[in-house]
């Protein structure tokens, strides 16, 4: 899969929310969350009041869910099973495609292959673990995943920066050790 038609795959996630398992356990999380960046203004009153209505949707979208779902049969459960499984393999491809697609693009590229692996494997993560999260009233999950995947990549070179910078103090450290050594003639 090199493209990612967006009509199919706004249907593909809004399907895969209707029926997953997810009972938005996170939801009380997200609001806390977006009051801490209010208060301390790192957002706006009108992306402050876009979460807010954001988690009151999704709040009622899950009791509406949990309901429809508790009136399944057992064998109705069962193919619902089914359907997330084929939703979850397809929703993994297209996340696939848009984690390699943005790998490529000369910002990343020049990393070691090794290093694109985790990149990928880590948004791959966060996608997923986002896919109940995306607004399925918005028209570009496109982005938003592609936007995903991006910060991820970003949080994992940070983070690799982060643990480089730490060796290189403990390797100087540990130098200035044999630097002192040599120095009293010990070497």
């Not at 880590?122 to 982005?143: E, V």
Request: glycine share 4%.
């Amino acid at each position: 899969m090199n493209y990612v038609e967006n009509s199919d795959f706004l249907e593909t996630l809004n399907e895969y929310q209707s029926n997953n398992d997810d009972a938005g356990e996170w939801l009380e999380q997200y609001l806390l969350k977006l009051k801490v960046k209010y208060k301390n203004g790192k957002i706006d009153k009108k992306k402050y009041d876009a979460g807010v209505d954001f988690y009151n949707y999704k709040k009622e979208f899950m009791k509406e869910k949990a309901n429809r779902l508790s009136k399944l049969t057992p064998e109705e459960n069962e193919k619902r099973n089914k359907r997330v499984d084929f939703l979850k393999e397809s929703l993994g491809r297209t996340f696939m495609a848009i984690a390699n697609g943005r790998i490529k693009t000369p910002q990343f590229v020049r990393y070691p292959l090794s290093d694109r692996d985790e990149m990928i494997s880590d948004a791959l993560y966060i996608m997923l673990k986002y896919a109940d999260r995306f607004d399925c009233r918005r028209t570009n999950p496109f982005s938003y995943f592609t936007q995903a995947a991006f910060n991820s990549f970003i949080a994992f070179l940070n983070e690799k920066k982060k643990h480089e910078e730490k060796y290189q103090s403990i390797n100087y450290i540990e130098n200035l050790d044999v630097i002192q050594d040599y120095d009293n003639g010990l070497e």
